[in-house]
């Protein structure tokens, strides 16, 4: 049946009750209504059915009308603009048929929000029994992109409010959505306020940091377990670890734990398969592994120390405190000792690893009139305070004596090379300290675009670069800084936003979808090359010393010579164009060169 395009009054028109989309934005919604009210009307019609009195016979609500199936932002709009009837297409359709439709019809928008987009997902599971699986490979996305999506969903209403609003970004959403149920994506949400201060700073650096903060918090690996991670009877509810749906093996949505690629060289996070993501499960199943070896040693005929009573006992490196000390310690005194004076032997159980350590109370050991000493110290305790001093007084003389010699070869260095121009081995050099030197946030799209899998192999590779390559490898450092965006109040792209103006680099296609307004408010105006661009793209040039006056454009030089061009090069350009200034290339110390026209 064609659709019929007709006229309708505002009046007549009901938004649907089966919309997925709830957040419209009002500064986009007042832009859209004062462009309706610019043209004066809808230039695309309204998608509405007729409210058939048959679908509606439960609806105490029911007016005679029409529902509105697409279009409910451009409705919303025009009613803002002061419309007063709108063309729309008229379409019968059933309820089952405008539920799929503006599903599938608001996953397709480029601004759906992620909370909005996984309701739909999880409608269409329930109400028209697909798998994640089926949606991933419908809508062309990946498993853990559907996953991750569904499980925004189990957000407390607390951080999914702060999601909505905006406060949040949906990557941190699900990070705190992962770590489990109210209680503990309400602590995970205080952790991150107070580490990082504020989440909506909009830098990458806050997002890998939050991750890096709840992997240790709320993950724990089942390596090194105390538990048997395959006992399916420890605790029944909970089943065997190897199989459970949150060892992040097996979820999709944990798949960036499943190796460590971006992770801080120096981090402790939990990565691979083997990797709980239920810290509260994997707590049950520690207690019940305590109490359970706790009854064996009991049954044994052991006193044992088990609980809060274990922790005032024990310290976290496993060493005894609170009146106790270990009988090995104590063992040829105790073999004095006869009958019913002999101390009371306790098992301790150290509730952080399991592992157990028998051990009597000093007090007990006084009683019995035996000795109470502590073992000995090692041997670098037992180091006396004056030797201690002697070593401390020996090591600052030589650290004073090797700061005085690194300071006089600085300044002897940078004497000489302030004399010289800049060699392949100094723009080496240069890189490779670059490089080391970048923040772990950043490291990540630089090695992807040059194919490396770690900074040392990015830097292996300086050795067979060309000067020009080398300083195209620091542009890209800078540049990789700002080439990630996380949070809709992301911080300028300075950097790639000054190369871009820099190199009139066109951004139409760019700035059409850009997320940034300052990326859109810089993009240049597409204009006649001048004498400067002109120089500008002539070749590879050498970057990154800046050069001026009328420069004629070069054949590149092969990589062996692809270097800053020399002083006198400079020279014999600026005499041609005057008296012009050039800065000599020893970058980085340029250099002004005044010389006079010929």
Not at 74 to 85: I, M, N, P, W
Not at 193 to 209: I, L, Q, Y
Not at 285 to 296: C, G, M, S
Not at 550 to 562: D, G, I, N, V, Y
Request: with cysteine; net charge negative.
């Amino acid at each position: 049946m064609t659709d019929t395009i007709i006229t309708i009054g505002i009046a007549d028109l009901h938004e649907s009750p089966f919309n997925p989309r709830k957040n419209f934005v009002d500064t986009t919604l007042l832009e859209l209504a004062a462009d309706i009210r610019a043209h004066g009307r809808i230039l695309q019609p309204l998608l509405v059915r007729p409210r058939v009195p048959p679908l509606f016979a439960g609806d105490a609500d029911a007016t005679v009308g029409h529902e509105i199936v697409f279009g409910h932002r451009r409705f919303r709009a025009a009613r803002l603009a002061g419309l007063v009837e709108v063309p729309v297409m008229v379409r019968h359709m059933t309820d089952e048929e405008v539920k799929r439709a503006q599903i599938s019809e608001n996953l397709q928008r480029e601004d759906v929000h992620p909370i909005e987009e996984a309701e739909g997902f999880q409608a269409l599971i329930d109400e028209h029994n697909m798998t994640a699986d089926l949606l991933a490979e419908q809508h062309g996305k990946s498993r853990s992109y559907v996953y991750g999506r569904l499980k925004l969903l189990a957000l407390c209403p607390e951080v999914r409010k702060a999601c909505l609003a905006g406060e949040i970004g949906s990557e941190v959403g699900l990070l705190i959505a992962r770590v489990g149920g109210t209680k503990l994506q309400q602590k995970a949400l205080s952790d991150i306020k107070g580490r990082n201060g504020d989440p909506t700073d909009g830098g990458k650096r806050s997002f890998r940091s939050i991750r890096d903060l709840l992997n240790e918090r709320f993950t724990l690996k089942l390596k090194g377990a105390m538990f048997d991670i395959e006992d399916e009877m420890l605790v029944p509810a909970a089943g065997h670890c190897v199989r459970c749906t949150k060892r992040s093996g097996n979820a999709p949505e944990f798949e960036d734990l499943l190796d460590d690629k971006g992770s801080h060289r120096w981090s402790h996070t939990n990565t691979g398969p083997d990797v709980c993501t239920d810290p509260d499960c994997f707590d049950s199943k520690k207690k019940a592994h305590l109490k359970r070896e706790a009854a064996k040693l009991q049954e044994a005929g052991k006193v044992v120390v088990e609980g809060t009573k274990a922790r005032q006992a024990i310290d976290a490196y496993g060493k005894l405190k609170g009146g106790f000390i270990a009988v090995t310690a104590v063992r040829a005194e105790l073999k004095k000792v006869a009958g019913d004076k002999k101390p009371q032997v306790f098992t301790i159980q150290d509730q952080r690893t399991g592992q157990t350590v028998e051990a009597v109370k000093v007090a007990d050991m006084q009683a019995a009139g035996m000795k109470s000493t502590a073992p000995a110290p090692s041997p670098q305790h037992a180091l006396d305070s004056e030797a201690r001093r002697r070593q401390a007084k020996e090591d600052e003389a030589n650290v004073k004596r090797e700061h005085e010699r690194r300071q006089g070869l600085f300044k002897r260095a940078l004497e000489v090379v302030q004399g010289r121009e800049r060699t392949e081995f100094d723009m080496r050099l240069i890189a490779r300290y670059v490089v080391s030197q970048m923040d772990y946030d950043d490291d990540e799209t630089l090695l992807e675009a040059y194919g490396a899998s770690d900074r040392n192999e990015l830097t292996e590779r300086l050795a067979a670069m060309s000067a020009f390559e080398i300083g195209t490898l620091m542009l890209a450092v800078a540049m990789s800084v700002n080439a990630e965006c996380h949070y809709k109040n992301a911080a300028p792209a300075e950097y790639l936003e000054a190369v871009a103006t820099e190199y009139r680099i066109a951004l139409d296609e760019l700035v059409e979808g850009a997320s940034t307004p300052a990326l859109a408010a810089r993009a240049p105006e597409e204009s006649e090359p001048t004498g400067d661009d002109q120089v500008r793209d002539a070749g590879p040039g050498a970057w990154p010393f800046p050069r001026t006056g009328a420069e004629t454009k070069k054949p590149r030089k092969s990589k062996a010579k692809a270097t800053a061009p020399s002083a006198q090069e400079q020279k014999d350009e600026a005499g041609s164009a005057g008296a012009e200034p050039v800065l000599q290339a020893a970058w980085p110390f340029p250099r002004s060169i005044t010389t006079e026209a010929a």
